[in-house]
């Protein structure tokens, strides 16, 4: 009887699924099919991984994770020229680099000068257009000052990624003039003995030094009264602002004929630095 028991009590336990005890054999068995479960899951999971980092499908992976945007750089946010004379370009130019540095189209739609009168600037970028990532354009500005004094502006640059300033300044210099203007006379039908007085005249703003005077052909520079102004001194000399002096010529042909001469002054005028005056004469 306590064998039947024991055995009809294992037969129900084996017919029962709530009061199963497992065999070796079967729990091998079970723990083979969640060993093959667990790796399929981590290989499944190591491709996923693989997929994902290698740029595979989806908008995310198509850009490497970055979103297109533009880009640029200016090779320099400011420029200051020296000091130019009022009226003349300065020999200083300054050319700025526009560089697209974005992984998407630079779009320009304007640059614009607040001063193009004394610093006219030209570009080789496409106005409007676009600018490819990685390549560049240039503005190239130049001083040319209108006015005396402290002079400034800006280029500001328009683009689809934000906009973008060059300062620029500079000193305009006022011009200093000298002329030379016949007075009482002219340069031709000259009577020979009868100076005719040139007039070194500084129509300027600052100092102007005479520093020589030559004159050739058959006419001398002679000592003379009645013009305008004084008689000049000796080279080099300086003439203040509104200053003037006379320079007194004689006509002295040696023959008859058709004469010429000229008159050279240097100065230190920026802006007229050789005065020249031609005379034609006839005896």
């Known amino acids: 009887m306590i064998t039947r028991i024991f055995k009809l009590t294992e037969n129900a336990r084996i017919g029962s699924n709530k009061h199963k005890t497992p065999s070796p054999t079967a729990g091998a068995h079970y723990g083979s099919r969640l060993g093959r479960f667990g790796t399929w ?4 999971l190591l491709f996923c991984c693989i997929v994902a980092s290698s740029g595979c499908g989806g908008a995310a992976g198509a850009s490497g994770g970055t979103t297109p945007a533009p880009q640029f750089s200016l090779g320099q946010g400011s ?5 130019a004379t009022v009226g003349t370009t300065s020999s200083t130019t300054a050319i700025v680099t526009l560089e697209s540095v974005g992984n998407a189209t630079l779009q320009i739609s304007n640059i614009t000068d607040s001063d193009f009168t004394d610093f006219p600037a030209t570009t080789t970028c496409p106005l409007p ?3 490819a990532p990685g390549s560049s354009c240039t503005i190239t500005i130049q001083f040319t000052p209108n006015k005396s004094g402290a002079l400034s502006a800006q280029i500001v640059v328009s683009t689809n990624a934000g906009n973008g300033t060059i300062s620029i300044s500079g000193n305009g210099a006022a011009a200093s003039q000298c002329e030379i203007t016949p007075y009482g006379g002219s340069d031709s039908g000259i009577t020979p003995n009868v100076p005719l007085f040139i007039v070194y005249w500084n129509t300027g703003s600052v100092p102007v030094t005479i520093e020589s005077i030559n004159l050739s ?6 000592d003379g009264t009645g013009g305008p102004w004084p008689s000049c001194s000796s080279a080099p000399f300086t003439l203040a602002a509104g200053q003037g002096c006379n320079v007194y010529v004689d006509f002295t042909p040696v023959g008859s004929g058709t004469f010429t001469g000229v008159l050279n002054a240097a ?6 630095n050789l005065i020249t005056y031609t005379f034609t004469s006839t005896n």
């Open 129 to 131: 257009g676009a600018v």
């Open 79 to 83: 420029v200051s020229f020296p000091d």
């Open 41 to 44: 899951a981590v290989l499944s």
């Open 217 to 222: 052909g058959d006419y001398t520079l002679v």
């Open 267 to 272: 100065t230190s005028c920026p802006a007229e």
